[in-house]
C-alpha cells in the first residue's frame, strides 16, 4: 500500500511540474521573456538598427522637421507624400517603418501642423469618388467639386552603412538621412541626419 501512495504522490507532483512548465513564455535558455520600452537596449542586440535606434532617429527627425520655415511659418498645413526609404545597408529591415514612425509622431503630436496624403489607398479613394458621381453611394458634398489633394512636398530617407570585421568582432557605423522634397520645384528645403555606430563580439540575424 505504501509503495501505491507513494507512486500516486509521484504521479501527482509530475502533473503539477508538466502543468508549470506548459504556462509562461520562456526562452531556449530559460529566462522568462522580458517586456521592455521600445528605446531601451535588450540583451538580444547586434551591431545593426534597432528599436532604440528607430525611436531616436524618428523622434530626432520630427522635431527637425517641425522647425523650418515652410512648416512652423506656414498659412495653410503643408500637405507630404511618403515616398519609399532607399536602404543600403547590409541588414534587411523594413526601412519605410522609419517613415511611418515620423508620420505617427507628427501626426499625433504636431497638431495638424502638417497634413499627409494616403497615397497608397489612392485606388480605393478613386473608386468611391465614382461611385459617389454616379449616384450609387450617397455624398455629404456635391461629388463634382470634391478633387485630390495635391501634394506640398514629398518626404523620403536613405539608410547608408560601413561595415568592418576581424578577429576581434563586427563593427557596424550607419547613416540615417532624411529629405523634404519640395513637389514644384524639386528644391530639398530640409534635410537631417542622424548616425549611429556600434561594435560587438558575434553578428545578429535581422529580419
Not at 23 to 44: I, L, Y
Amino acid at each position: 500500500m505504501k509503495s501505491i501512495a507513494s507512486l500516486n504522490v509521484l504521479l501527482v507532483a509530475g502533473s503539477v511540474m508538466l502543468m508549470g512548465c506548459a504556462s509562461g513564455v520562456k526562452n531556449p535558455s530559460g529566462v522568462p521573456v522580458t517586456q521592455m520600452n521600445a528605446d531601451e537596449r535588450g540583451f538580444v542586440a547586434g551591431t545593426g538598427v534597432e528599436s532604440q535606434d528607430l525611436v531616436t532617429v524618428t523622434d530626432k527627425m520630427s522635431r527637425s522637421i517641425l522647425g523650418i520655415r515652410q512648416i512652423a511659418g506656414a498659412q495653410t498645413s503643408p500637405r507630404v507624400v511618403l515616398e519609399p526609404v532607399i536602404n543600403e545597408t547590409r541588414f534587411p529591415i523594413n526601412k519605410d517603418i522609419f517613415l511611418t514612425r515620423i508620420r505617427t509622431q507628427l501626426n499625433s503630436k504636431a497638431q495638424g501642423k502638417v497634413v499627409f496624403l494616403a497615397r497608397e489607398h489612392l485606388a480605393a479613394l478613386q473608386k468611391e469618388r465614382e461611385l459617389k458621381q454616379s449616384g450609387q453611394v450617397t455624398a455629404s458634398s456635391d461629388p463634382k467639386v470634391q478633387e485630390f489633394h495635391g501634394a506640398d512636398f514629398f518626404l523620403t530617407g536613405k539608410l547608408q552603412g560601413l561595415t568592418t570585421r576581424t578577429k576581434a568582432g563586427t563593427s557596424d557605423y550607419i547613416l540615417y538621412s532624411f529629405q523634404l522634397i519640395d513637389a514644384r520645384t524639386s528644391d530639398i528645403v530640409w534635410e537631417d541626419a542622424a548616425e549611429i555606430k556600434k561594435q560587438g563580439l558575434e553578428d545578429a540575424a535581422y529580419r
